[in-house]
């Protein structure tokens, strides 16, 4: 078993909690959900220290619910560290570097948002814009789940949430408009601190 430190939830920007048409109280109730994926992280790799390792079997045996389980929280918590951070911002047309990946590997703003509306539609959990380090461009990928069904060496650089506690208490059913809302909150600025900080290729 390898050794592991506690890890503690990330600050909530006082911006998300003045979005516009994604309510403070669903903010609120959605870092609930981010801050209990941060616990059971830690409660998960605490318990794989004292697991039976000689027990293991993939029909059932506690290494193998612990591993799995803890894919589910490590996405969790990966997936809405990203969600929150780039959330905060006017939205629009993107901006600075990230502006040139997308018109190279969509066409245009227009086609990226559409094809990610669409996959977040698609979606059961989330929708992903991240750069595919092996084929060298963007791609927006589908997800079930917070551990479904993320692409080795690539990096996230939009994640939309839409499991339903993203947006059912402001928007019931209506997923289409939660998007549209999400997309109206980006903070591009950050996502390009993200292209720089990952040092992506823009050519
Ligand atoms: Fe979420």
Redesign the pocket.
């Known amino acids: 078993m390898s050794s592991y430190e506690e890890i503690r939830p990330r600050e909530l920007k006082p911006a998300l909690l003045e979005l516009d048409g994604i309510s403070r109280l669903s903010v609120e109730a959605?870092y609930k959900?981010y801050q209990g994926y941060v616990n059971k992280r830690n409660e998960i790799l605490g318990k794989l220290g004292s697991a039976d390792l000689s027990a293991a079997n993939q029909v059932y045996s506690e290494i193998r619910g612990l591993k799995v389980e803890l894919s589910f929280a490590v996405g969790g918590i990966k997936n809405?560290e990203v969600?929150f951070e780039h959330l905060g911002g006017s939205g629009g047309e993107p901006t600075g570097s990230v502006a040139g990946l997308i018109e190279r590997d969509f066409g245009s703003a227009q086609a990226w948002r559409d094809d990610l509306k669409a996959t977040g539609m698609g979606g059961r959990g989330w929708a992903w814009t991240a750069y595919d380090w092996d084929e060298g461009r963007l791609f927006n990928y589908i997800g079930d789940a917070q551990n479904t069904y993320p692409i080795w060496n690539a990096t996230p650089l939009v994640a939309l949430?839409v499991?339903e506690?993203?947006y059912f208490l402001d928007y019931q059913t209506d997923r289409g408009a939660y998007i549209d809302a999400f997309l109206a909150n980006l903070d591009w600025a950050v996502v390009n601190d993200w292209v720089s900080k990952y040092q992506i290729p823009l050519r």
Do not use: K
């Open positions: 959605h959900l809405h969600y949430d499991y506690h993203a």
